[in-house]
């Protein structure tokens, strides 16, 4: 089973657009962490954020924001005013430490393409 | 934040070869290291788990005998692709995790193989 869904697999914005990017998780545990890492071309990840699940708060950081809803087993992530060098592939990430595994799932990821 | 390193970071080989990737925590003591593939336009599928000074898991349908890994110390891991064909073709990213209340997970920049 999907443990990590991320439905948009590629987005075109026009900079200076706002855009969402959407995460559906599925877990059974009631500890886990959710994850946002950003893959340029070059093709190394770049982690985003770490959140636990008994943190529903969310963040913003600069242009990034993201919303935790576990009510909908969702954790989106906005990028405000997009620019040229948000573009990139986005994954989501689950990880379960509960089942013994501290690995990570990844989504299938969302490919941001922000045109100028 | 902590650094992991890969070397090589592209390698392009006969098929019929194999190829060593290596994978090195450059500024803390690792005690799991993680595996991952990623063909094209395609998200990262965790390989194996590996622990130092024990035998790597392989999730399955990996085959063991074709990746072998190696966890020799505390800051190393090898990947070796044995009798590479062209469908092993990928971006082999790896993961070093230190134990912690959050088991954090960093990961180096990535090996492009390339199996003519």
């Known amino acids: 089973a999907q443990k990590v869904t991320q439905a948009q697999t590629e987005i075109s914005v026009v900079e200076k657009e706002d855009v969402t990017l959407d995460c559906v998780y599925e877990t059974r545990d009631t500890t886990y962490y959710l994850f946002w890492y950003k893959q340029p071309p070059s093709g190394e990840l770049v982690f985003l954020i770490r959140?636990?699940?008994?943190?529903?708060q969310n963040e913003i950081s600069g242009r990034y924001s993201w919303n935790f809803q576990k009510s909908t087993s969702s954790f989106n992530f906005t990028i405000t005013a997009s620019q040229v060098v948000d573009s990139a592939v986005y994954f989501c990430a689950l990880r379960q430490p509960q089942t013994g595994a501290n690995n990570l799932f990844f989504g299938t990821g969302t490919r941001l393409t922000v045109i100028p | 934040g902590a650094v992991v390193s890969q070397h090589p970071s592209r390698v392009i080989c006969k098929s019929g070869t194999s190829v060593k990737i290596e994978c090195r925590s450059l500024d803390f003591q690792a005690t799991t290291m993680f595996w991952y593939r990623q063909f094209p336009k395609q998200s990262l599928m965790l390989m194996a788990t590996s622990n130092e000074g024990s035998k790597a898991t392989y999730e399955q349908g990996v085959e063991k005998d074709k990746f072998l890994i190696n966890h020799a110390s505390l800051t190393l891991s090898t990947l070796t692709v044995t009798s590479a064909h062209p469908e092993d073709s990928s971006f082999y990213i790896c993961?070093?995790?230190?134990?912690?209340?959050?088991?954090?997970?960093?990961f180096g920049p990535g090996t492009r193989l390339t199996v003519l």
């Open positions: 993961s070093a995790s230190v134990t912690s209340s959050y088991n954090e997970q960093f």
């Open positions: 959140r636990n699940s008994f943190d529903e």
